[in-house]
């Protein structure tokens, strides 16, 4: 285990150096370099060695990248000139709201998503497992923006029910305050999650059901509800802890493009408007914090996934 | 009784009649595949979708060239079936040449992306030790990036053409396609007629491209119609973000976006439903079939 452990984390630590090489490489990308494009078209060359002074990019690639992780590690996520905050400033803004976002939808998924996908396992091919599948596959084909709008259009342009777009306050408390508002994005967000939980746990306890331990405890004379709540279900929870690490990359597009939908001044906004910007120090720090997250994650699931399943040893 | 006799025997009574011969892989494929209505519909759809948006543009003949601001917004009405965009462009013509593009990114992006993954996949796993810890290590990386976020710096930077979207889409695609196929010649690469290529000094890539990857075919198509579908679903997304194709150049995404530009003013209903179902009806067929085939290639459903 420990050895596990040690090779698991040392490989992490390789993708996240490869990972931030590739991020940093990425702004050089912007034709005429990244301060260019801050400082659009008619910057003088002045400012634009100034610039590129100030921030090292006259420097070569790998001192340039030491001084960069340097930075990050002290905690230092640089300084949005479009913007004239600190990127750390703006993150303790916007990452509140959107882990609220997240959070909710997230919630609101799993609940209807996994006894859902339980159900439909133990009663395959049943009328109530069809119409279930293809709501997932709705939602696996349905742009989430998409979804968005068409509940826009419905609950808000036709009805009235819901606001068509989300809390604005900058405070998290005053966005809680306001439920009628949040009900769009969160049942927009957890339906992209539902299709995703729904059909896991499906194939998770179809292949559960099969295994000899089932039979064991059928044999043993266990009820059916003991059988599916008590060994299988639980056995199944396993494949899905692996899966919410693996889907944070998804988590974070959804967000991201709910945010934009409805007006929801969270990270996800933060970052489409500093891409039309060009604001590359907010671009850098976001995507980098985003993929450290993923990476922990990842890691953890894995961790968790040995730590769950009594057969997985290394 | 002489052995030829015997086997005929055998074979009869197992109800096979002399002439048949072991069928190819796709023709036992295709007719689990034809046994799955889903999958057929599915097919049934995407051939329409591409007769719809490649062939009926000479059908029905509109000018999706210059825009025609006296027609701005018009309502459904005999001359325009489906009513008229912001621009005056008919947007029955308008789906149509929007969905060429994103048939075309969807097609070309998941054949770019699952080429690549299947070679890159197939080397790293053959070659195994060092080599296949550094590859995976780059795929890894890959996929912890948050995709969306890269492809908007990208599309930022680039300001893509069709060209260079199919390549931007590609880049994120083939590393799950590396992963699975890794996995695939793992398995493949000790069998025996694997082996015999080393043992009668055959180059590597020999192996990886004569035996490995035949092998995996399956696998490898499955994951190439889901890509489409994925494909096709992350350019809406750019259309949508305003970063796809620049105008008058546009796809199924960047309709739903200018059409958003409407929704509170009026029922324009027809700026928003046809392209958004355009979307979905083409992405759950490319799934449905990508299911069918999974169960298709799968050789315990086959019959022999």
């Known amino acids: 285990m420990v050895g596990f452990l040690i090779r698991r984390i040392g490989q992490a630590i390789i993708v996240l150096v490869m990972v931030t090489v590739a991020t940093l490489g990425l702004v050089h990308l912007f034709p005429g370099g990244p301060v260019r494009a801050l400082l659009g078209d008619r910057a003088t060359p002045f400012l634009i060695n100034y610039y590129n002074h100030l921030y090292g990019f006259n420097q070569p690639f790998y001192l340039q990248y030491l001084k960069w992780v340097g930075q990050l590690l002290q905690g230092n996520l640089g300084f949005s000139d479009k913007l004239n905050v600190s990127v750390a400033t703006l993150i303790g803004q916007d990452l509140p709201k959107t882990i609220v976002l997240v959070v909710l939808g997230l919630i609101v998924s799993l609940i209807f998503g996994i006894p859902l996908g339980v159900y439909q396992a133990v009663h395959r091919n049943s009328p109530a497992d069809y119409v279930l599948t293809g709501i997932s596959f709705l939602g696996y084909s349905t742009p989430v923006f998409f979804l968005g709008i068409v509940l826009i259009d419905w609950f808000a342009v036709d009805s009235h029910v819901f606001p068509a777009t989300a809390p604005q306050s900058s405070s998290v408390a005053s966005i809680l305050a306001d439920p009628r508002a949040l009900v769009l994005p969160v049942v927009t967000y957890a339906f992209l999650l539902y299709a995703l939980w729904s059909r896991y746990m499906r194939s998770s306890v179809l292949d559960n059901l099969v295994q000899d331990y089932v039979r064991t405890a059928r044999a043993k004379g266990a009820s059916e509800r003991r059988v599916v709540w008590g060994h299988v279900f639980r056995n199944s929870l396993v494949s899905i802890v692996t899966l919410l690490g693996l889907s944070l990359p998804s988590m974070v597009t959804g967000a991201i493009l709910i945010e934009v939908v409805f007006n929801y001044a969270g990270m996800g906004l933060a970052f489409y408007q500093a891409a039309l910007n060009n604001d590359f120090n907010v671009l850098l720090s976001f995507t980098v914090l985003v993929t450290v997250v993923t990476i922990l994650g990842n890691l953890l699931a894995d961790i968790g996934y040995a730590v769950l399943d009594p057969r997985v040893r290394f | 009784m002489s052995e030829a006799q015997a086997i005929a025997a055998t074979e009869a009574e197992l109800g096979l009649t002399p002439s048949d011969k072991p069928r190819g892989m796709f023709i036992r494929a295709w007719e689990v595949f034809a046994e799955n209505k889903l999958g057929l519909a599915g097919l049934a759809f995407v051939i329409f979708i591409l007769l719809f948006c490649f062939v009926g543009p000479h059908l029905y003949v509109t000018n999706q060239v210059n825009t025609d601001l006296t027609n701005y917004l018009c309502h459904p009405s005999g001359q325009h079936l489906l009513g008229c965009d912001d621009l005056g462009y008919d947007e029955i013509g308008r789906l149509m040449v929007g969905g060429q593009t994103s048939l075309e990114v969807g097609l070309a992006a998941a054949v770019v992306s699952v080429v690549f993954g299947t070679l890159y996949g197939a080397i790293s796993g053959f070659a195994g030790g060092i080599t296949d810890a550094i590859m995976m290590r780059v795929v890894d990386a890959g996929l912890s990036l948050p995709y969306l976020m890269v492809l ?4 930022v930077i680039f300001h893509p053409t069709v060209t260079t979207i199919i390549f931007i889409i590609a880049i994120f695609y083939w590393f799950g396609v590396a992963r699975l196929v890794r996995g695939e010649t793992i398995a493949l690469r ?26 995996a075919i399956g696998t490898i198509i499955v994951q190439g119609t889901f890509a489409v579908a994925d494909a096709i679903l992350t350019l809406s997304v750019l259309g949508f973000l305003t970063l796809g194709v620049a105008p008058p150049a546009t796809d199924w995404g960047s309709m739903l976006s200018s059409g958003l530009n409407y929704i509170q003013g009026g029922n324009y209903w027809w700026l928003i439903y046809p392209p958004g179902i355009c979307i979905i009806l083409t992405c759950i067929s490319f799934n449905f079939i990508g299911d069918a085939l999974r169960d298709a290639f799968e050789t315990r459903l086959q019959r022999r």
């Not at chain 2, 908007?152 to 599309?155: C, E, P, R, T």
């Not at chain 2, 000790?190 to 092998?215: D, F, S, T, W």
């Open chain 2, 152 to 155: 908007i710096i990208l599309s």
């Open chain 2, 190 to 215: 000790n069998r025996e007629y694997v082996q015999a290529v080393k043992v009668i000094g055959g180059r590597p890539l020999r192996a990886v491209i004569r035996h490995i990857v035949p092998n």
